[in-house]
């Protein structure tokens, strides 16, 4: 068995389909153009975890991949999984089959979060050295990582996707288990996301290179 993978689940950023409810201030456009940035810099954080130890790197991509997809996958070397039809629980649960039928440890980690520090995935990983299962929390009552050990699968049974109680539920579904709890971060789903996003790269746009750029594009058509 390997030591551990890190999985990304991403999208194809069509103008239409992704981070729909971003639209209404960015446009259709927009937001699927900045969410091919969140990718970025989120890659640019898988390249990272690879130099840093041994990490490998999977890509989970809702609907069919296409180009831009498989060209993300190269950059990670990794092949591109398609993610089955189901709610977030089935998807995350073929995501761990699949892991940690090969991995020690396994993390999972959307594609949102384009600030997350290295850090904090150092230390899921970490985490995981202890508990069998981690959690890192969003303030929005959801989480940014999910991570499991020693094939232990976790449950979602239960779990209320997409709303303030996902975390608890899913720390709930799995009361059985030790569950590390890392320290919070932000994705970003709503406007008021972007808010905060885009206070924290005035202060550090080296949080998120890519993001940055093209949030300042973005800002400056939609004014």
Not at 77 to 88: F, I, K
Not at 156 to 184: H, I, M, Y
Request: proline letters at 6%; aromatic letters at 8%; glycine letters at 8%.
């Amino acid at each position: 068995m390997e030591l551990a993978q890190l999985a990304v689940f991403v999208r194809p950023p069509v103008a239409g389909s992704t981070k729909t409810r971003l639209a209404e201030s960015l446009g259709e456009q927009g937001a699927a153009e900045l969410y091919e940035a969140f990718v970025d810099d989120t890659l640019r954080l898988c390249v990272r975890m690879q130099s840093v130890g041994r990490v490998d790197v999977a890509l989970w991509c809702a609907g069919s991949p296409d180009d831009r997809v498989r060209a993300w996958a190269t950059r990670v070397g990794a092949s591109v999984r398609s993610q089955p039809e189901g709610d977030l629980g089935v998807r995350l649960g073929a995501a761990f089959e699949e892991g940690l039928a090969r991995y020690e440890y396994v993390v999972i980690i959307g594609s949102d979060a384009p600030t997350l520090p290295v850090g904090l995935v150092v230390a899921a990983f970490d985490s995981l050295t202890h508990a069998r299962m981690m959690l890192g929390p969003t303030g929005d009552g959801g989480y940014y990582a999910i991570g499991a050990s020693h094939r232990v699968r976790p449950s979602f049974e239960g779990v209320r996707w997409s709303t303030p109680a996902a975390f608890a539920d899913t720390k709930k579904a799995n009361g059985a288990l030790q569950v590390a709890v890392t320290s919070p971060w932000y994705d970003v789903d709503e406007p008021r996301d972007v808010r905060l996003l885009r206070a924290h790269l005035g202060v550090n746009p080296s949080a998120a290179p890519a993001t940055a750029e093209r949030l300042s594009k973005l800002t400056a058509t939609h004014k």
